[in-house]
């Protein structure tokens, strides 16, 4: 969401530059883990899981 937005919707009444500079500095804080970089995968536990022989 786009500084401009959160600013309107909170009733940010002081210079928006000053807000979005504080936005750039928390975003980074905030931003969701990637789950591509993960080092491990289910799948790969599941692989060496020992086969039951029924």
């Known amino acids: 969401m786009p500084a401009t937005v959160i600013a309107e919707r909170i009733g940010w009444e002081s210079p ?3 807000f979005k500079d504080r936005i750039c500095v928390l975003r980074p804080q ?3 883990v990637n789950p591509a970089s993960r080092s491990t995968y289910q799948a790969d536990e599941l692989a060496h899981t020992p086969k039951s022989s029924v």
């Open 16 to 18: 928006i530059t000053v």
């Open 30 to 32: 905030l931003k969701p």
